[in-house]
């Protein structure tokens, strides 16, 4: 079983930082890919940002320049830092990952996700 866990969430307001986490845990053999994506109220979930196993990214057009994905192979954890914050920022962020659990058996684990509140 793979547990994914996002913690760094909060309020902060227009013009601040924050960084996301996210921990991927369990048995787990590989992970190909993880994604930080976020759903704002009455809006469909969106990719922000995702990053490969071998480290390329990939970014939504409304976060290039202000946010940046990496990851930390050793424990497992992607991070998701925050620039430039804007009210339209505000979302519930989820992160997800993908890879096996063993050779031929893949996952895909959405954490619960973390709440970011931008104030104008």
Known sequence: QVQVVESGG???QAGGSLTLSCVISGTIFSINGVGWYRQAPGKQRE???AISSGGRTTYTDSV???FTISQDNASNTVY???HSLKPEDTADYYCNGR???REGVGFGSWGQGTQV????
């Open 99 to 101: 890879g096996q659990v």
């Open 64 to 66: 290039k320049g202000r």
């Open 10 to 12: 909060g309020l902060v």
């Open 117 to 120: 509140t931008v104030s104008s």
């Open 80 to 82: 998701l830092q925050m």
């Open 47 to 49: 990719l922000v940002a």
